[in-house]
């Protein structure tokens, strides 16, 4: 049973709750839309609400995980259940179905394995997976989560959020699970493994998920700037060129954004 009333049957101190949720929701838009945390009495001042009734709202988004608090820059931010949201939207449509056929193109042509993925907290969640004949078997498919820190798709995410929310993603040690015993351990090793993808321009893992294998990724990102998927490709030949195969990533993300963008 729907814990949420019918608006058109709502009175009384229900139907008072009705704004209280409205500004919640512009809140949020807003949030999205910045570059980076803001400060309480900039939200209040762009939204034209009073500052105790947006303290009190980011309070009980940030209580939910929707915001996050950055207490010692007194900012706030977008958190992990409102990317958990988008991820839920993007696995529906239009994303999955415009990236279809795209990373289906890009598997042919490259004739190795390519998959599209959203972020889901700190793991990757692949929702387009197209495999490449007599090429080896993936752990990869629709539906498999994969700790983000380890994947060329997630890197490539990664490292197109704020700073402020891939802290908040890996506050410790303890936020970064192992595979095969490679990859980052901590947040200063992860902190210098994406400031290396952003100076690249696009991601990579080798081994990391699996041994032998290696993947390159490229973020796809809205119109706010923000990632909302990445496109990757794996394979296991030695003499494949990285840079050859990074740029037919990056282009297949970037033509998938341009379509979302329509």
Known sequence: MSVIPDIADAGGADAGQVPAAENTLRILRYLAGRPAPVAASAIA???????????????????????LHLKEERRWGLGTSAFELAGGYARQQPLARLGRPLVAALS??????????VMSGGDVLYIVE???????ALVTDVGVRLPAHLTA???????????????ALYPSASAFPDRTGLGPRKPSQL?????????????TEDSEVADGLRSVG????????WPIAAVAVTWAAADLDEASLAAAVSETAAILESRLMR
């Open 130 to 136: 197209e495999r490449a004949p007599r090429r080896p």
């Open 191 to 203: 902190r210098e493994l994406l400031r290396e993808v952003r100076a690249r321009g696009y991601a």
């Open 153 to 167: 798709s997630g890197r490539a995410m990664l490292a197109a959020l704020p700073r402020e929310q891939v802290r």
């Open 45 to 67: 001042r762009e939204l034209t609400l009073p500052r105790s009734t947006v303290y009190h709202l980011l309070t009980t988004l940030g209580t939910h995980g929707f915001v």
């Open 108 to 117: 042919d042509r490259l004739g190795e394995s390519a998959h599209l993925a």
């Open 218 to 225: 490229a973020a796809v990102r809205d119109h706010a700037g």
